[in-house]
């Protein structure tokens, strides 16, 4: 399994900016589809993008979709989330994740960080 760490989080202002970072131990990072989910008090874990092995194909959730941005680097074991025009609605505690197919299910997806708190204020 991939030992995943996640970073970036923090309280921003409606309208604003963060990076998320997620850092992978392994050697067999490459090998995987890589996600992000959140999940809202209350609320199921949503799938947030994905991107495939290739560090190219990407697909991302409607409500996210021209506001975020995911990225990775293979060399680097890092994969990344550029969160901008933040929305209250997008306040949640964010997890990277490997997969080995791509999918929006959280139920195809094996390792999973601890999460980091995103907090977006009005």
């Known amino acids: 399994q991939v030992q995943l760490v996640e970073s970036g989080g923090g309280l921003v202002q409606a309208g604003g900016s963060l990076r998320l970072s997620c850092a992978a131990s392994?050697?067999?990072?490459?090998?995987?589809?890589m996600g992000w989910f959140r999940q809202a008090p209350g609320k199921e874990r949503e799938f947030v993008a994905l991107?495939?092995?290739?560090?190219?194909?990407?697909y991302y959730a409607t409500s996210v979709k021209g506001r975020f941005t995911i990225s990775r680097d293979n060399a680097k074991n890092t994969l990344g989330l550029q969160m901008n025009s933040l929305k209250p609605e997008d306040t949640a505690v964010y997890y990277c994740?490997?997969?080995?197919?791509?999918?929006?299910?959280?139920?195809?997806?094996?390792?999973w960080g601890q999460g980091t708190q995103v907090t977006v204020s009005s």
């Open positions: 991107i495939l092995e290739n560090e190219i194909s990407t």
């Open positions: 392994g050697r067999t990072f490459s090998m995987y589809v």
């Open positions: 994740a490997t997969g080995r197919t791509w999918s929006i299910s959280d139920d195809d997806y094996d390792s």
